[in-house]
């Protein structure tokens, strides 16, 4: 599982190796040490979200928060929000958020998605009868916005445990959103089809092989689709065209690898067949170099000849 925390300007991730270090001997041991001091941080925020649950975000602006099916009651009885705090709380720790289950019942999640999700709605508009990709999608926030905005197919791929909280919100929401639990390695265009828009944010710099991502997204997107792509830059304007490669850790994460300049991006996404347009560049999270949020829209081109023969 990869759990990322976004908290008070903060960024903690944690990578399927964390959770699953190799037992018995010396290195094992230590590993399992960070292992249960990275869980512990999450439980306590954790428990946190939990004493927050209907509560605090409704405080803040519970009205203004979307919410991802028509039929969801005003009111939960406290039976039924036992039951579901009960759900929730087995399928810790929850990331994303806010969820409006009911106006009484709210999962926070750790990110305020909602504040991107309101740009992101924004930017793809009407997606009525598209079909759409979330590559990398945790418990599926971004799908169902897609699905509100009317895409009549969204498929959303995560390959690790957050899959059962967006499988859980989908019990709840009926949006038609697929949740498949795969990575995005086994996208396979004969299998799945390809999309009229492929969306994948906040995955890129955590990748080890982020050349390949970027030629598979490629495969997935229709030659009349988009792709809308999201990550974390380094904010450096002297060396925009650098890839800087993070060998230990970035902000007490570990999953941080390649984290390219603007101008370094577009061109990765551009020699992978895809014309660039930037839509978005905003401050990134605080660590140890500066960093930017950046969102880019790519329309299928011809790949670089030399990337096209692969
Ligand atoms: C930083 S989170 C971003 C989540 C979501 N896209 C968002 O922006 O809110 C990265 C997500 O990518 C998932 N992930 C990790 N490896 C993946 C892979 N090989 N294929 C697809 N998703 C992956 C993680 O489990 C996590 O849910």
Redesign the pocket.
């Known amino acids: 599982?990869?759990?990322?925390i976004?908290a008070g300007g903060e960024t903690r991730?944690m990578?399927?190796d964390d959770l699953e270090p190799p037992g018995g001997d010396a290195a094992g041991r230590e590993a399992r040490a960070v292992v249960d001091g990275g869980l512990q941080l999450i439980r306590d925020d954790v428990a946190r979200q939990l004493r927050q649950i209907g509560h605090a975000v409704q405080k803040l602006d519970s009205d203004g928060l979307p919410r991802f099916a028509a039929h969801l009651p005003r009111e939960l009885s406290s039976e039924r929000i036992t039951e579901l705090e009960r759900t929730v709380a087995e399928l810790e720790p929850w990331?994303?958020g806010p969820f409006v289950l009911a106006d009484n019942f709210v999962i926070p999640g750790l990110?305020r998605?909602d504040l991107?999700g309101a740009w992101l709605g924004s930017t793809v508009g009407d997606l009525t009868g598209l079909r759409v990709l979330?590559?990398?999608?945790?418990?599926g926030?971004?799908a169902f916005l897609f699905k509100l905005h009317g895409a009549a197919e969204v498929i959303g791929?995560?390959?690790?445990d957050?899959i059962h909280q967006a499988r859980f919100l989908e019990s709840v929401y009926r949006s038609g959103a697929d949740f498949r639990q795969?990575?995005?390695?086994?996208l396979d265009p004969e299998i799945h089809g390809r999309f009229d828009l492929v969306?994948?944010?906040?995955?890129f710099y955590?990748?080890l092989h982020p050349m390949l991502?970027l030629q598979k997204l490629r495969a997935m997107v229709a030659d009349d689709g988009q792709l809308l792509f999201?990550s974390i830059l380094h904010a450096s304007r002297e060396q925009s065209e650098y890839i800087r490669f993070v060998p230990d850790s970035y902000a007490g994460d570990r999953t941080w690898w390649f984290v390219p300049g603007r101008l370094a991006m577009r061109w990765m996404l551009e020699v992978c067949g895809f014309e660039v347009e930037e839509l978005l560049i905003s401050d990134g999270v605080r660590g140890e170099f500066a960093t930017l949020n950046a969102y880019f829209r790519g329309r299928p081109t011809a790949p670089a000849v030399e990337l096209g023969q692969r």
């Open positions: 599982m990869q759990a990322d976004e991730h990578s399927a990331l994303q990110w998605n991107r979330d590559v990398g999608t945790n418990a926030y971004d791929c995560e390959p690790f957050f795969i990575g995005w390695q086994q969306h994948c944010h906040g995955v955590h990748e991502l999201g």
